[in-house]
C-alpha cells in the first residue's frame, strides 16, 4: 500500500547545543586550519612586483574626461554654497 508520502532513510544530522558563531557581520566564523607565513623574500619580491605594476597606472595620469567631470562637480558643489 503506497501513501505518496517520502520517507527519509538517513539519520538525521547531529546537533551541537553550542549556537554557531558568527563575526560582527553576523557571518558565520569558520574554523581556520593552521596559519601559512610567507618568508620575508616573497613578501620583498610581491611588494616589489606591485610597486612596479601600480607605478605604472598612476604614470599614466587622469584622463581628461575625468578631469573635467570633477572640475564640473567641483564647480556645482561651488555654485550651491
Known sequence: ?????TVNIEPPAPKDDKPEARD??????????????????VQ???GQQLRAM???VVSEGV??????????LSDQDDGAA
Open 1 to 5: 500500500m503506497k501513501t505518496g508520502k
Open 24 to 41: 560582527p557581520m553576523g557571518r558565520p566564523v569558520t574554523q581556520r586550519k593552521s596559519e601559512v607565513r610567507l618568508g620575508r623574500e
Open 44 to 46: 620583498a619580491r610581491i
Open 54 to 56: 601600480y607605478d605604472d
Open 63 to 72: 584622463p581628461q574626461h575625468i578631469t573635467d567631470l570633477v572640475r564640473r
